[in-house]
């Protein structure tokens, strides 16, 4: 049975993510300890006792949500057995947005450091982007992708918006300046949609609003290397992790990381600057990378950070599909067999 990690983007964060993880295990006490001092941010205080709105903002919620998932896979990798380990190495590895990022340095293309730091550079530079410009997005209800391109096309009126998500069948999220958002969620009807609904977001993520982030991305990116697919040794001593590779030991040579920007695996390290880049400016096709996943003969996904939203996507996706969810002390040792 072929398996996936799948790791969870922004909008998955909720006050007290985390906390019992930190508290219960080595593993996750390691991470967000490191995580706080590369991030330079309270990460601690606002992942377990908010408040709310500022842990949502984009450039404090990315860097805390790859923080819990890195904490997730690390304390998971802790608890199993280096055979319950090999076991559970999963053929494919995928995240949602963000996610994207964590998922990369689950498969040991990209140290925990470096990760860390570009997705807290991406967070505050996306935020950035999203307050220089009134904008926004809207979920779009019961269209496919050619009637989505549709009603961008009709509500733009020489405004950017675009069809920024495609996280599952029937649901399209449109991305782009605050008017034309406005007017694709008064006209998403007129279209076929059974509904529209603004999201509570900073700004037009995955749209060419995000270009000045993608800049200030790309001059990071350029700093960062990426390795090609390799195998990751288990820890001999997994009783006191020393560093956060520990959530590396579910990497392995045959691993492959689905980008979003294409639905397809990164071939080379060369590759995944640019499609990093796209995905910034460009459409999250989740649908179809689980699709892809899903065709590919993967019957088991492991969803590794906070919340159920990618568990949520994949019942609409394919209802048949086996999702469990490692976001807590309990769903770690239930996995372990503790």
Not at 68 to 80: D, F, Y
Not at 270 to 279: R, V
Not at 281 to 310: C, D, H, N
Request: net charge negative.
């Amino acid at each position: 049975m072929k398996t996936a990690f799948i790791f969870p983007g922004q909008g998955a964060q909720g006050v007290g993510m985390g906390k019992d993880l930190y508290e219960a295990f080595a593993a996750a006490r390691v991470i967000f300890d490191q995580a706080e001092d590369i991030a330079r941010l309270p990460l601690k205080k606002l992942c377990f006792e908010g408040p709310e709105d500022e842990l949502a903002r984009t450039d404090v919620a990315q860097p805390a949500i790859f923080t819990v998932s890195a904490a997730a896979l690390a304390c998971l990798g802790n608890l199993l057995a280096p055979e319950k380990v090999a076991a559970l190495r999963p053929d494919f590895m995928a995240g949602l947005s963000l996610g994207e990022y964590t998922a990369l340095y689950a498969a040991d293309r990209i140290d925990f450091a470096d990760a860390l730091r570009l997705v807290t550079l991406r967070g505050a530079a996306m935020q950035k982007a999203a307050v220089a410009v009134p904008s926004g997005m809207v979920a779009v209800m019961g269209l496919d992708e050619a009637k989505a391109n549709e009603l961008c096309q009709a509500a733009a009126q020489g405004e950017p918006l675009v069809a920024a998500n495609f996280n599952a069948p029937g649901q399209v999220v449109v991305s782009g300046a605050a008017d034309a958002c406005k007017r694709a969620e008064a006209m998403a009807k007129d279209f076929g949609a059974s509904g529209a609904v603004a999201l509570k977001v900073a700004g037009a993520f995955h749209s060419p609003l995000m270009s000045p982030a993608a800049e200030e991305l790309r001059a990071a990116l350029d700093a960062v290397t990426f390795r090609a697919p390799r195998g990751a040794a288990p820890r001999a001593d997994r009783s006191a992790p020393a560093d956060p590779s520990d959530g590396q030991d579910f990497a392995s040579a045959g691993v492959q990381v689905i980008a979003n920007v294409d639905a397809q695996a990164y071939a080379c390290p060369a590759c995944i600057k640019g499609k990093l880049l796209a995905q910034l400016t460009g459409a999250v096709r989740w649908q179809q990378s689980m699709e892809g996943l899903l065709a590919a003969g993967v019957e088991k996904f492991y969803e590794i950070g906070p919340g159920r939203v990618l568990a949520g996507l994949m019942r609409r996706i394919d209802r048949k599909a086996a999702v469990v969810s490692v976001n807590s002390r309990e769903t770690l040792e239930k996995l372990a067999e503790i």
